[in-house]
């Protein structure tokens, strides 16, 4: 097997208008009390965010998600003294991506679980925390951990989508439940990770499960009571009838409809699992569509020769639509005819810049397949694309069409083959949110390169099982040889890079250790924050990169940071612990083993001169390589392979070379025990805690043929390296 062939599937987953004066429209709500009497959070108040620097009142900071903060009191000059003020625990262990709100001078935020905590920002208090109670077997339906990114908030209320998909409305001076919705069919797998945006009295939520089969949407609710006003699908069911929207019947243009109608179980994909973003002025709310359900558009969207053909929007694009009505407006396509997990799920940055002299109303994004795009936001007609990271699956974007320009050898749903493509199917920049700087015109990404061999399965076919269903096979083949493993872990790169958005290219990148650094806050203070996989939490010059700060955090950070004010001093607050899709399928064996990335799920708040300490990190437990002698038929080890890559590969790593979260199956007490093993696997005895039964997806003889590969792995990688190794959990 070649490096390339285990690159496969290790590296995978290895593998605003600024309106009215802010003084006019908060010297009415402040009287009116955001703090929960009165009217709190109006529409005016969003439109006019910017203008708000005190608090942190919606997702991006404002509708075009800028994230970024006039204030600047903590500077480069500054900055030096920045201390830690507070900090909070957390009652999870999972991974942490959630921006927090802040209003007069409460923080809120959402944790791992779909949980919700309210503490005084200044003085760190617990205020109130819920509990949705998500069920422990939901986060089999999640590809990418049980995170969550975050609350809305509008008037006495904060709005919080959960991972079984339910929106809820939380009294925000209680946490009290005002109401609920169930906003997905149960039966499927959907989820909801990312933050509700709210405009006019409107909640708007998408959701995510286009690894398994679902068909994507996007939906507005009322904030009264969650009645829902309107709902819009990205992509064709299958029979669209005359009554169709005219958009849906466009894009059935562009897909094989008889294999979308016959089969409910493709579903097509396009999630709206992320970003959004608004312009009041020209009444568009922006959504960012996700990938191809399956993967593979040969099996999604045939031509006659079983190959894949058809753009199949509206995957992969960016649409305008209007808030009101949920009516279509516009869209851009940045990957027609995806076939890689090319999703344009990534941050949505409203901004105005001149162009060629001329002043434009832009919209940008750096979506998985590597081009930073801008595009004119009145229009959705294409103004530029550049790489921002390496890639090799186009060459460029033809400036007149806006279509990439392929490279054929890497269209793998044309070629039937197998081929190494970068980005792979993380991309060149995930969910982690930028920032951009108005001061400096950069927008700053927190990019990478971590490509993916794409191996098309064979005989695939649409089910509705637990687990990947994508068209590719991931079994993740790893041979028992370190040197390739660490050349492959060597392709691996992370960086901080400052974009110029004008001129399309980088004026400065800062190089991390490895991929899935934290998301992104730029300041009035010359500063770009942000926290690393290398469990560092950092403060850069915006200007050149330059590391004029640093905090040891004891876990990776990959949530975003916000800063707020309370009585005038200005506070940075991020939430850190070590989670998502790239901290589930690392290879916790080699990723930073000086100093392994753990989950210490923790809100960490700093103020200028603060001092107060974290805990000590908790102690690394010591799991040694002690597999039973593997006796299993190469036939039982190769079908527990490829069950492992489609069942479980999600959660432990492909190859089963132990994720740095969640448990090491090499190491894992239950591999010494058929009966154990089953129990876990089958019986479900730790689906509480997120570990579901695999019941009906898989029979007894396969989950034991999954233990029989797991045992030959532990031994190969015990053979590997004698010695005793520090396992994660
Ligand atoms: C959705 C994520 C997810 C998937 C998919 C998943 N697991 Fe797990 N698994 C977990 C979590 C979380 C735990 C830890 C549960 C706990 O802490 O009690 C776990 C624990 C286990 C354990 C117990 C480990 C120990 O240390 O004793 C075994 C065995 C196991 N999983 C096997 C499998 C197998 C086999 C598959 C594929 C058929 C699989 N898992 C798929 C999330 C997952």
Known sequence: MTFKRWAAGAALLLSAGTLANCSQIFGESESAGAGGSGEGITTAMLVGADGDSANWISHGRTYSEQRFSPLDSINRDTVGQL?????????????????????????????????????????????????????????????????????????????????????????????????????????????????????????????????????GFVAAYSADDGKQLWKFYTVPEGDEGDDAPAYLK?????????????????????????????????????????????????????????????????LSSIVAIRPKTGEYVWHYQTTPGETWDFTATQHIMLADMTIDGKPRKVLMQAPKNGFFYVIDRETGKFISAKPYVGLNWATGVDPKTGRPIENPETRVDQTGKPAMVLPGALGGHNWHPMAYSPKENLVYIPAFEAGMMYAPEANWK??????????????????????????????????????????????WTVEHPGPWNGGLLATGGGLVFQGTAGSEFNAYDASNGKKLWSFAAQTGVVAPPVTYTVDGEQYVAVLAGWGGAYALSVDGDLINRKAPVRNVSRLLVFKIGGTAKLPAPPALAELPLDPPPSKASAEVIALGQVKYGRYCAVCHAPGAVGSTVLPDLRRAGALESAQAWNAVVEGGILKDSGMASFKGSLSKDEIEAIRAYVIKRANDDKALEAGKRVARR
């Open 250 to 314: 466009k894009a059935a243009e562009t897909w094989n409809m008889d294999v979308l109608a016959a089969n409910d179980a493709i579903g097509g994909g396009g999630t709206v699992w992320d970003s959004m973003a608004y312009d009041p002025d020209l009444d568009l709310l922006y959504i960012g569509v996700g990938n191809g359900s399956p993967w593979n558009r040969a099996y999604r969207s045939p031509g006659k020769d079983g190959k894949g053909q058809g753009d199949n929007l509206y």
């Open 83 to 215: 201390g830690l003020a507070w900090s909070a625990d957390m009652d999870t262990g999972r991974g942490q991506e959630a921006t927090p709100l802040v209003m007069d001078g409460k923080l809120y935020l959402t944790t791992a679980w779909s949980k919700v905590k309210a503490f005084d920002a200044a003085t760190g208090a617990k205020l109130w925390e819920y509990d949705p109670k998500v069920p422990g077997e939901t986060a089999v339906k999640a590809c990418c951990d049980v995170v969550n990114r975050g609350l809305a908030a509008y008037g006495d209320k904060l709005f919080l989508g959960t991972l079984d998909g339910r929106l809820i409305a939380l009294d925000r001076d209680t946490g009290a439940v005002a109401w609920t919705t169930q906003t997905v069919p149960t039966d499927k797998s959907y989820t909801i990770t990312g933050a509700p945006r709210v405009i006019d009295g409107k909640v708007i939520i998408g959701n995510g499960g286009a690894e398994f089969g679902v068909r």
């Open 462 to 507: 649409p089910d509705r099982a637990r687990g990947f269903n994508v068209g590719f096979s991931l079994a993740g083949e790893l041979p028992a040889d370190g040197g390739i493993r660490k050349q492959a872990a060597g392709t691996l790169r992370g960086m901080l890079v400052a974009w110029d958005p004008v001129a399309q290219k980088a004026r």
